[in-house]
């Protein structure tokens, strides 16, 4: 009898035997990884429809840190006027609460030869790895992913923004706040949340400073 109520009994197994039989919690390939394997994949030129589908199983967040850290890239002024558009656009849709990331034709059909793709990646790669080494979730303060998605996707617009006026020296700091905020957002990371929203601010005022100091003086050099 002993041995029938062993069967029956409804305690559930504890121990390490029943922790080895859970299956391990699913880890999604990082945006660095992403990069890399797409760099030693294509031998001709890389289309950002090319990369938009490598990123297809990606969140909003990531695509985010992307358009972002791109326009972090030393490339010649004024070449954000057209690569910070993809983080409005982005971030537009965020707000609008989309499901999947749309980018147009226009975009999508633009591409880098294959150097070129490699060189990018090779400068990026470091920067996206040293900054995903210190994200984790904690201290997250939605509850909910869609409401996270609007309001940092309209902080984000507003960064966006930021990075697309032709301010000199006035680019980089808000694309590294919105790729930031996207990370953030990709893990759960309200530390790094938080520091996004606040570099952004610091990088909204030195527009803001710039701006008011380049329209005072051109004031009084019409005035002289």
């Known amino acids: 009898m002993q041995q029938r109520h062993d069967m029956l009994d409804p305690t559930p197994e504890t121990g390490p035997i029943v922790e080895a039989r859970q299956a391990?919690?699913?880890?999604?390939?990082?945006?660095?990884q992403v990069m890399r394997e797409l760099a030693a994949r294509e031998q001709g030129a890389v289309s950002v429809r090319c990369i938009r589908d490598a990123?297809?199983?990606?969140?909003?967040?990531?695509?985010?840190v992307?358009?972002?850290?791109?326009?972090?890239?030393?490339?010649?002024?004024g070449s954000t006027l057209v690569l910070g558009i993809p983080i409005v656009l982005v971030a537009l849709q965020m707000v609008a609460g989309r499901p999947t990331v749309w980018l147009p034709e226009l975009f999508l059909r633009r591409s880098l030869s294959q150097k070129a793709f490699v060189s990018m990646t090779?400068?990026?790669?470091?920067?996206?790895?040293?900054?995903?080494?210190?994200?984790?979730?904690?201290?997250?303060?939605?509850?909910?992913?869609r409401?996270?998605?609007?309001?940092?996707?309209?902080?984000?617009f507003v960064l966006g923004v930021a990075v697309i006026l032709?301010?000199?020296?006035?680019?980089?700091?808000?694309?590294?706040?919105?790729?930031?905020?996207g990370l953030a957002l990709s893990?759960?990371?309200?530390?790094?949340?938080?520091?996004?929203?606040?570099?952004?601010?610091?990088?909204?005022?030195?527009?803001f400073g710039v701006v008011f100091v380049a329209g005072t003086l051109a004031m009084h050099w019409i005035a002289g």
Do not use: K
């Open 55 to 64: 990123l297809a199983d990606r969140s909003f967040g990531t695509f985010l």
């Open 147 to 156: 409401r996270a998605e609007r309001l940092i996707g309209l902080y984000a």
């Open 24 to 32: 391990p919690r699913f880890q999604p390939r990082t945006l660095s």
């Open 166 to 181: 032709p301010v000199p020296f006035g680019n980089w700091l808000p694309a590294f706040a919105c790729a930031l905020c």
């Open 66 to 77: 992307l358009t972002s850290a791109i326009n972090m890239l030393p490339f010649p002024p």
């Open 187 to 207: 893990e759960r990371d309200g530390l790094w949340l938080g520091l996004g929203v606040a570099i952004g601010l610091v990088s909204i005022a030195v527009i």
């Open 122 to 145: 090779g400068r990026l790669i470091p920067m996206l790895e040293r900054m995903e080494a210190w994200v984790r979730p904690r201290h997250w303060p939605f509850a909910d992913r």
